[in-house]
């Protein structure tokens, strides 16, 4: 069995496509090209490949990651141009690597995100407010679904927020925690700034990160990164 490591971005349209839609659009490219994926063993075989982490519908993702197992070996190029033609318009490999078989999937030390909120006009005193929240302790929030009400302190999933000039607009970058051990979504901290309702705010996650020792590690380093 071999290991590939997909780099991917999903843009456009395509941004409406959901997580579970997502991953059918991938196997029925797999099946039309004919790429040898691996299954899973059982009653119920499945495809073996996992997504580094789901990405909000709505959202447009600029480096997306994904786990792919084969039976046989494909040369990466080769592999990345199958794909390619299978996709629809707003779905594309950007790199494909051959990574050992006892690395952990992505699924399992993805702890990072960074979003970028393109801003049509900053409010004066953003610069101020994104300061308080890094200085706080706790920033406790109310989460509600359709069965329970909870609390969440916010504050241990922000990382960092940062607003930077960028070919001349004003664009705010969110570092912010996302994996099994829990996250925020940007949604949420566009709220804590009071800019959840400007309708022209655009919002896409430009990468992923691995937290080890307290640093951040891209994934395999096979996709350019934006750093802060």
Partial sequence: MYHYRLCFSKEGDLKFLSHLDLMRTFIRALRRAGVPV????????????????????????KNEYLDLYLSEHREENKLMESFNEQFPPGLKIKKISTVELNQHPLASVIGAALYVANLPAVPPDLPQTLAGILHMDTLVKVRQDKKNVKKVDLRPFIYDLKIKDVDGKDTLFM?????????????????????????EIKVYRQDLFILEGGTLKNPEGICSVYYL
């Fill in 175 to 199: 570092l912010l925690a996302t994996g099994s051990k829990g996250g925020v979504r940007p949604q949420e901290v566009l709220e804590l700034l009071h800019l959840e309702r400007d309708t």
């Fill in 38 to 61: 691996a299954y899973s063993k059982g009653f119920n075989p499945q495809p073996k490949l996992s997504f580094a982490a789901p990405l909000g519908v709505g959202l447009e993702g």
